[in-house]
């Protein structure tokens, strides 16, 4: 007879994955302030999500990856943290590519993890699960950087370099890539290692154009400020310099905000109007904060001012694109800010009269599409004070509510001018909600674009957060049909067949419901008072 003491020894997985490279990573995660992940659980990623309730760690699971991404940037333009997603390895990877992309060409700070092949097995194209040829290579080939790390320590370290770039450079998305092997085994890395780091900071700007700034600033007949979505951290000297020069401030998309679109000021986010950018190509001093003045922004190639420009970048390489600077200040948008501010006293200057620009620029917004306009128009009246307000590159967003609705601080308008992508809307509102639950927050979407990440409504309802879905529906892609017709191309592929929207949404478990355009503003408002997940339907006649 074989005894209780000849009996094989079952190991015990929480003992065997007490400290593994993944903890170390997330731990790391942590430390930085992330309280939120967004993801899909995967074979070979569960070691990165083992010690996230540990940790105090919110795991969102979207629907697919391309969501969780962008679910990602939702919720890192609502906390200013860098958002954070875990893929499992080959097809969850490449789903998010299209989110890191846009991270990319939008400035945003975006955290991807990822498991890879196992060290030794790169490459060997035998047939494992997931394989990927060089799944580093890919993503680096879209992102700031990819780095696929071969021991615990330099997984760490690179978790740590991602926070360095996010706060101290232009952010960008990063990835790291942890071979299934380490991701498993034992860390040994030092907790002292895994805790956060100070910031080096993007360094004090140049002290002599500072004061070639100053000088040019402080004789300023009609300066004129545009910022972007570099600024968006300076938002109190940006009001403040705006004021003491008696400058008005027009921004990008990304910039919405910066300057309260109410204030006297403010000429909103107009630069793709003929009257907005002749006013600033007037100014005999153009600063220009935190943008690269990009022609997806403009909707033109480049801005032609007649006048002095002064730039101020955290990148340097930014400080002359697409408009060469007569200063060029790099550096941290607030920080430069406090330095011009200390030069340019407050003075009298009396305030421009910018209604007959206000009133071209709302005669070209309307000119531009009448109708879609007019809706947007309603949307936003209807819209709770304070509210975010998610979309897509659906037109009811870059040709009406961009330009119509007023935001009176930034990166509450969430959009991605440049990317201009469709499915990003739904899962950005759901992420921006979980960073704040208690702010009311309205998707407005094209039909087409809500169908790209539909699925999304699964994640909403279980995260049981309040959110409202504006479905302008306008038969498929109505933009893309016009374009054909322009050509002279009879429309092929773009009138869509609709599924029943109110009917889907129940499905899903939220509530749905088709409106007019008279009950539209009702609607919102009851939605948004009774809360859960409802969707709007709107017929765009």
């Excluded at 065997?16 to 070979?44: K, L, N, S, W």
């Excluded at 498993?184 to 002290?207: K, L």
């Excluded at 204030?263 to 001093?285: I, K, Q, T, W, Y």
Aim: with cysteine; proline share 6%.
């Amino acid at each position: 007879m074989t005894g209780m003491d000849d009996q094989p020894t079952v190991e015990d997985p929480a003992q065997r994955y007490a400290d593994t490279t993944g903890r170390a990573v997330m731990e790391c995660v942590a430390a930085y302030g992330v309280t939120t992940i967004f993801g899909i659980p995967g074979t070979h990623n569960l070691e990165l999500y083992r010690p996230l309730a540990d940790l105090g760690i919110r795991a969102v699971t979207n629907r697919h990856e391309q969501g969780a991404g962008y679910g990602a940037d939702g919720w890192s333009q609502r906390t200013g943290l860098p958002g954070v997603v875990i893929t499992t390895s080959g097809p969850g990877l490449q789903n998010a590519l299209s989110a890191i992309g846009t991270a990319f060409c939008e400035s945003r700070p975006l955290l991807v993890i990822s498991p890879g092949t196992a060290r030794g097995a790169e490459f060997a194209d035998v047939g494992t699960l997931h394989e990927t040829k060089n799944a580093s290579a890919m993503v680096d080939a879209v992102a700031q950087w990819s780095r696929r790390v071969v021991t615990a320590e330099a997984a760490v370290e690179a978790v740590h370099d991602a926070f360095e770039l996010f706060r101290s450079s232009r952010p960008r998305p990063v990835h790291i890539e942890i071979p299934l092997d380490l991701l498993e085994e034992s860390a040994g890395v030092d907790p002292e290692v895994r805790r956060a780091r100070p910031s080096g900071g993007a360094g004090a700007p140049d002290p002599a154009g500072v004061a070639r700034a100053v000088q040019l600033l402080r004789g300023a007949e009609r300066p004129v400020i545009i910022v972007g979505g570099g600024a968006t951290r300076a938002t109190a000297q940006v009001a403040d310099l705006a004021q003491r020069l008696s400058a008005p401030v027009l921004t990008t998309t990304n910039g919405k905000g910066v300057l309260d679109e109410h204030h006297p000021l403010s000429l909103g986010a107009n630069l793709r109007l003929p009257s907005a950018r002749e006013f600033a190509e007037g100014a005999d001093v153009l600063l220009v904060v935190g943008s690269k003045l990009g022609e997806a922004e403009l909707w033109w190639p480049a801005i032609e001012p007649r006048g002095a420009v002064i730039r101020i970048d955290v990148s340097a390489d930014q400080l002359d694109k697409n408009l060469a600077a007569t200063v060029g200040l790099r550096g941290d948008s607030a920080a430069v800010l406090d330095a011009l501010l200390e030069g340019v006293p407050a003075g009298d200057r009396p305030t421009p009269d910018l209604e007959p620009l206000r009133r071209a620029i709302a005669e070209e917004t309307r000119a531009a599409a009448p109708t879609t306009v007019a809706l947007a128009e309603d949307i936003a009246a209807a819209v709770p004070d304070g509210a975010i307000v998610a979309g897509d590159s659906s037109q009811i967003i870059y040709l009406g509510l961009s330009n119509v609705l007023k935001q009176d601080s930034p990166r509450r308008f969430l959009y991605m001018p440049t990317y201009a992508t469709l499915g990003y809307g739904l899962p950005a509102a759901i992420g921006a909600r979980i960073a704040e639950p208690d702010r009311p927050v309205v998707a407005v979407l094209g039909d087409g674009a809500l169908m790209f990440s539909v699925n999304e409504l699964a994640t909403a309802v279980e995260q049981r957060v309040d959110l409202t879905i504006v479905c302008v529906d306008n038969g498929g892609y109505a933009e893309i049909k016009q374009n054909e017709v322009d050509r002279a191309i009879a429309p092929i592929g773009v009138e869509l067949h609709q599924p029943d929207w109110p009917a889907l949404a129940e499905a899903f478990g939220a509530r749905g419901r088709r409106v007019t355009r008279d009950e539209l503003r009702d609607a919102i408002a009851a939605s948004v008072e009774s809360g859960g997940v409802h969707l709007l339907h709107l017929l765009d006649v």
